[in-house]
């Protein structure tokens, strides 16, 4: 049973920073391709960056390029979103998300539906 546990999340100042830890158990982390997804209420949860289970494939929504870095520790079985130049609309509820498909996951990083594992979301809040 695969486990995801998202911290940092929090309160903090438009322009400020974050950094998002997403701590995997009970699966083989370093075969996971992984995700951030965010959603805010009424709506359906929104891709935000990605990364292959090798590290050499990186994705970013256009919304937060430049401002926000995915990166992972296989040996810490550990993905990680740092967030800075953050906005009040950056305010959500953010997931972490793991797909077992190796084949199919570059082509399909964006969609929710590629991931097998969410964890329970950590909420981020921009003021303005």
């Known amino acids: 049973q695969v486990r995801l546990v998202e911290s940092g999340g929090g309160l903090v100042q438009a322009g400020g920073s974050l950094r998002l830890s997403c701590a995997a158990s009970g699966g083989a982390f370093g075969r996971f391709g992984m995700g951030w997804f965010r959603q805010v209420p009424g709506k359906e949860p929104y891709f935000v960056a990605g990364?292959?289970?090798?590290?050499?494939?990186?994705y970013y929504a256009d919304s937060v390029k430049g401002r926000f870095t995915i990166s992972r520790d296989n040996a810490e079985n550990t993905v990680y979103l740092q967030m800075n130049s953050l906005k009040p609309e950056d305010t959500a509820v953010y997931y972490c998300a793991a797909d077992p498909d190796t084949t199919s996951y570059t082509r399909n990083y964006y969609k929710g539906n590629q991931y097998d594992y969410w964890g329970q979301g950590t909420q981020v809040t921009v003021s303005s």
């Open positions: 990364i292959s289970w090798t590290g050499s494939n990186i």
